[in-house]
């Protein structure tokens, strides 16, 4: 059974901020890992959707954007999954604070900007070809005031397995990567 994992803007988001150094040596590091991760996603192992391309807009992350566009993977023909995907994930204690018109906007916005419902029908398209899928993203159960449930929610009562980066990078490709800690003396 052949393995996905499916990025998150957010793990992305961190990729570049916490892996990327300033000094020489280390800047070496983080472009080794980039390099693999990127061949990764290049052989459609890790998947990057559109819609996350799409929501990296932050100056950090442009080069690795960059780097990644011609390797986005289309969610198109997924457009008519999302809208059951957003009715029965509303987070329906927030529904009576909405009139029609904010329902019908953010309803919008799920469908046409925001990625994570989009990545529960890519995870879901996955399974049903029978692969073993991950999502991995950095996102927490703590309250957002989202009118759509958290990933974590929604891939647990989806049956979808939920991770964050460090799991992807220190656990999946734990016989590939291989990190050295120094410590030096003050």
Not at 63 to 70: A, G, N
Not at 75 to 91: A, G
Not at 115 to 127: N, P, Q, R, S
Request: one cysteine or more; aromatic letters at 12%; a neutral charge.
């Amino acid at each position: 059974m052949a393995r996905k994992l499916i990025l998150d803007t957010s793990s992305i988001m961190s990729f570049v901020k916490y892996y990327c150094f300033n000094n020489q040596n280390e800047k070496k590091i983080y472009d080794k890992l980039e390099t693999f991760i990127l061949s990764r996603i290049k052989n459609e192992e890790i998947i990057i959707i559109d819609k996350v391309l799409k929501e990296l807009r932050n100056p950090e992350s442009k080069k690795l954007k960059d780097k990644m566009k011609s390797f986005g993977y289309s969610t198109q023909y997924l457009l008519d999954k999302i809208e059951p995907l957003f009715e029965t994930n509303l987070v329906q204690i927030r529904l009576k604070y909405l009139d029609e018109w904010e329902l019908e906007s953010q309803r919008g916005l799920y469908s046409d900007k925001y990625a994570d419902l989009y990545l529960i029908a890519v995870c879901e398209e996955f399974k049903k070809q029978d692969h073993q899928v991950i999502l991995i993203s950095e996102e927490s159960l703590s309250n957002d005031h989202k009118l759509v449930e958290k990933l974590p929610t929604i891939c647990n009562r989806r049956d979808i397995e939920y991770r964050n980066l460090p799991y992807m990078i220190f656990t999946v490709y734990k016989n590939e990567l291989s990190f050295d800690l120094e410590i030096k003396k003050y």
